[in-house]
């Protein structure tokens, strides 16, 4: 009888820890691992090999962390095909787009190379355009639509398969998570770039903004940190100043959460004896600008990744934020 208690126990214990919601010493101690090893690339060859390599792929690494893991041939291959499957996905779309006049811009997606997420996210804030983008879809190219959460429905989303495509494809009309107002959509769309991926010619964000959006879909959408934010962050700034990202947040009116994004990431690098002088600049700078980092007592966890944002650190950004938008007399954001 003890023992069925103990295994219900730790298989529950097992279940949480795979949410993270439970954020334990072991699970800690393999993030830092991996975390470390990919900044270093140094090969890590722990006793068990899958279970880091489920923990690459959730967090959007692995064909980074496979050389490094000594993957198997398998788990590559099927990375890689997925990445080319985005790709193909946005050269038909990208082709219909602009064939019927719809100007977007991609969000996201392709801004953790080597590495492609599961879904092919493009910015329409054309409200016109975004329409004509939906019936294309629904209409000539069959898709099938896919349920969307209540956050989803009130941002305006459209989420749908394209027939014989495993990736979501995500048209989105702006940058929120409840429909409050972070950034101007249609300045993302005017700022928007060409750059060569694999070859191929594909509108990104500005630098600017591409940092802006790492930002805003961490802490407001997603809330919560993968290791590719971390690794990604400092190759996003590399073209900016550190004035120029400050600018950017202060106009989203996102200090607050700002300050826990850069000071989460920080702790990460810290955890793996990493000094990088911008982040401490930005640290420093964000403050100067921000006032000091209010939510500071909210980060006291272990260092788990993906790190699951707390809870109570979610709704006082919530809030901070909604209080700044009334303030502004932006009430519908508020």
């Known amino acids: 009888m003890h023992h069925d208690t103990h295994a219900r126990r730790s298989l529950r214990v097992s279940f949480l820890e795979n949410l993270g919601i439970v954020k334990t010493a072991r699970r800690e101690a393999e993030s830092v691992l991996l975390l470390k090893a990919l900044i270093q690339k140094q090969a890590l060859r722990p006793v068990d090999k899958n279970r880091f390599i489920k923990l690459a792929e959730k967090n959007k690494v692995i ?14 291959k099927k990375a890689k095909m997925e990445a080319d499957e985005a790709m193909r996905l946005y050269d038909l779309m990208s082709d219909e787009f602009e064939r019927i006049g719809v100007p977007f811009v991609v969000i996201k997606s392709f801004d953790s190379l080597p590495d492609i997420g599961h879904d092919l996210d493009f910015l329409l804030p054309d409200s016109s355009g975004f329409r004509k983008a939906e019936k294309l879809l629904l209409g000539k190219m069959k898709v099938r639509p896919q349920p969307l959460t209540h ?19 995500e048209l989105y009309p702006t940058i929120s998570q409840l429909g409050e107002e972070h950034v101007e959509p249609s300045n993302i769309l005017r700022g928007r770039k060409i750059e060569s991926i694999e070859g191929k010619n594909v509108w990104v964000t500005s630098d ?23 690794i990604d962050f400092e190759v996003l700034m590399r073209n900016c100043t550190t004035r120029e990202i400050l600018d950017e947040a202060q106009k989203a009116d996102i200090g607050d959460a700002f300050l826990f994004f850069i000071e989460s990431i920080d702790r990460f690098l810290t955890a793996c004896n990493v000094l990088d002088p911008k982040m401490k600049e930005m640290k420093t700078e964000g403050e100067k600008r921000f006032g000091r980092d209010r939510l500071g007592v909210f980060r006291r966890d272990r260092l788990v990744l993906p790190y699951r944002i707390p809870t109570m650190a979610l709704i006082m950004i919530f809030l901070l934020k909604g209080v700044r938008e009334a303030s502004r007399g932006r009430w519908q954001s508020c």
């Open 208 to 230: 600017k903004d591409r940092v802006l959006i790492r930002i805003i879909h961490a802490m407001f959408r997603h809330n919560f940190l993968k290791l590719s934010d971390i």
């Open 151 to 169: 956050c989803d429905r009130l941002v305006g989303k459209f989420s749908c398969f394209l027939p014989g495509f495993d990736h979501d494809f």
């Open 63 to 76: 064909l980074r962390a496979a050389p490094l893991l000594d993957a198997p041939d398998g788990v590559v």
